[in-house]
Nanobody, 123 residues
Framework: QVQLVESGGGLVQAGESLRLSCAASTRTFSVYSLGWFRQAPGEEREFLAAISWTQRSTYGNSVKGRFTISRDNAKNTVYLQMNSLKPEDTAIYYC?????????????????WGQGTQVTVSS
């Protein structure tokens, strides 16, 4: 069982940056790949980034070059650094964990989810 708690969301202006954090409560953090997704009203959940225990990362096309995922295995925490934010980045951002492999981009293959954190980017 894994509990995930996101933090760091908020209201920013276009062009600014935010860093999201996700703390995992589990004794077996190393077996999980961690991912970030987002969902805007009326939209499907969108894959943003994923990272394995060995720091191998995968990115969705819409955020490649602007967002960076990282994890601190000693702190059981994964981060999402978001730069050059745009109004279309406005959404609820979710952290998720999967034991089903590395570089998993489908939300359906993630076992555990956080409650989400709101990110709003004003123009």
């Amino acid at each position: 069982q894994v509990q995930l708690v996101e933090s760091g969301g908020g209201l920013v202006q276009a062009g600014e940056s935010l860093r999201l954090s996700c703390a995992a409560s589990t004794r077996t953090f190393s077996v999980y790949s961690l991912g970030w997704f987002r969902q805007a009203p009326g939209e499907e959940r969108e894959f943003l980034a994923a990272i394995s225990w060995t720091q191998r990362s995968t990115y969705g096309n819409s955020v490649k070059g602007r967002f960076t995922i990282s994890r601190d295995n000693a702190k059981n925490t994964v981060y999402l650094q978001m730069n050059s934010l745009k109004p279309e980045d406005t959404a609820i951002y979710y952290c998720a964990a999967t034991s089903l492999g590395v570089g998993v981009t489908s939300y359906q293959r993630y076992n555990y989810w956080g409650q989400g954190t709101q990110v709003t980017v004003s123009s």
